[in-house]
């Protein structure tokens, strides 16, 4: 018993001596980690502190346009109108998708087409009725392989590709667009290194056409300039040149060897026939010229979320149109590698189709009628509401877009008494205005125009 009372004792001492071991060696480890929670902690501290690599980039300004959207989501006036963006809406004032595109949607589903990559330069049947539907079916230029197209990013990813090609190929040259012109232009050829200036084209005392203006500063540009065109519905003015007034902007432009370059980003949804909004393009390609043309099926198919668009060059030869199509394929590879399909097929859909092409006509009408509609009914009521002020630049203007001369200070007032949203430079988009509305618009300019 008193040899196990000795174990016992020998036990009990050293268990003692183990925990206060095991009590040292946790207050050791406490304290050791404490203090590398300590040192993680302060360089934490002195990660925050530290100066980022990207403390020199400035803030970017609001776009101009889509800026316009953000501050109409945020207005809580039962009254706000959005007339900033250029999107098509139904009397409703809802986004509207045409039932023809659902139809050709319905289709490509029935067929089970897959997500593969595209070529580079895009679907080939949307190719070939896009260059169709520009200068025509069996126009000579397509007979004579000297007109090429280049699927790219809608009408934006388009002049973007045209603006790199002119950097690359065209270099020195500058690109002349008009005053005022869309606002992504600039940015478009300035961000890709070419120069731009202005020409004259709006004419505040009549709210449209300076021709002299515009003649006398084209026949100015240095010899080979670009001269950048809106093919139909001008943006932001609505204000397009006749037929006569194109010949004598053909004319110097040929006479000075420009390259002109059109933008056609409405056809068929300004005056409501292809043909027609084609005119100016085909007119210049008639006269001999060698011409860039961007393509947009936004506005004219509603297809505004598939960026779908082309680039299209008509020169005077085959081998000149080749040699260029394999370097704006080149400049696409390195931009965005290969365009998006699913719009593409729906274009191809729609125009390869006899019964759906004419389908989407009567929408396109349809649609430009509407517009034609809301031109018509805000005219008559600023006419009867301020019968002292000439409006009918309102009806005189075409597309989507009436510039309706309004100062900033003006459209501030629009903006903040009124709820009416538009750009600064006095733009409003017709297409989301409704028939309901116009009478509220014509009091927000008038009050505007009379008390600002």
Sequence with gaps: MAAFASINAFLSQSSLVSKSAQSKNVKFLSKKTARHQMQASQKRATTVMMASAFDGVDQAPPDPILGVSDAFKKCESPAKLNLGVGAYRTEELQPYVLEVVKKAEAKMMEKGENKEYLPIDGLPAFKQCTLELLLGAGHPALEEGRAISVQSLSGTGSLRVGAAFINVWLPGKTVYLSKPTWGNHKNIFADAGVEWKEYTYFDPATVGLDIDGMLADIEAAPEGSIILLHGCAHNPTGVDPTK??????????????????????????????????????????EQGMEVFVSQSYSKNLGLYAERVGALNVIANDKEAATKTASQLKRIARAIYSNPPVHGARIVAEVVGDEAMFAEWKAEMEMMAGRIKGVRQSLYENLTEMMPEKDWNFVLRQIGMFSFTGLSPAQVENMTNKWHVYMTKDGRISLAGLSLSKCKYLAEAMVDSFQNC
């Design 244 to 285: 006569d007034q194109w010949q004598l902007i053909a004319d110097v432009c040929k006479s000075k060897k420009h390259i002109p370059f059109f933008d056609v980003a409405y056809q068929g949804f300004a005056s409501g026939s292809l043909d027609e909004d084609a005119f100016a393009p085909r007119f210049f390609v």
